[in-house]
């Protein structure tokens, strides 16, 4: 004898062999997306705990300062028709700060600006105690600043043009 099997209409109106639905999802989470949420998560973290240094923020602020202030002194420069000087310290310990002056006949006459530098940061020159000088047409000596935290640095340089730009982390 033949089983027939039970057919039974679906939604659509076609006749299919009768079987258990499969069974619907209960509540939860699969392993699947468990992980693809803790990856998101580890990913965020990570980049995050990139940019939670504050000292290399402060460090690369300083250099931005740096430049802007050279700058300064260049159009100082200009609009004065004389030399600039701007002074880098003297020594180690007196890395704390850099400034400039307006040069008249040689000596170092009006102050254009001093900068002070957080306690953590310290400023060089080419070698200490050395000045670069912006002429009254914008042109400078070539010359460099740097801007240290512990090993970690910024090189701010400016070349005979009196161009100032800021070099990359670390590089010469």
Do not use: C
Not at 47 to 62: F, I, W, Y
Not at 80 to 90: E, G, I, S
Not at 100 to 124: K, M, P, Y
Request: without cysteine.
């Amino acid at each position: 004898m033949v089983e027939k099997s039970i057919t039974k209409k679906d939604v659509n109106g076609i006749f299919s062999p009768t079987s258990e639905a499969p069974p619907r999802r209960t509540a939860g989470v699969t392993l699947v997306e468990l992980l693809v949420v803790i990856a998101i998560i580890g990913i965020m973290t990570a980049v995050g705990l990139v940019n939670l240094d504050p000292g290399a923020s402060k460090l690369k602020a300083a250099a931005l300062n740096l430049r802007s202030d050279l700058m300064l002194a260049k159009s100082e420069a200009v609009k004065r028709n004389l030399p600039v000087r701007v002074d880098a310290p003297k020594s180690t310990e007196a890395g704390k700060e850099y400034f400039a002056n307006v040069i008249v006949d040689g000596s170092a006459g009006t102050e254009v600006f001093r900068v002070q530098v957080d306690d953590d940061l310290l400023v060089s020159g080419n070698t200490l105690g050395t000045a670069l000088t912006f002429t009254p047409l914008g042109t400078a000596t070539n010359g460099y600043f740097k801007v240290y935290r512990g090993s970690e640095f910024y090189k701010v340089s400016v070349n005979a043009i009196g161009r100032v730009e800021i070099h990359g982390k670390n590089n010469d």
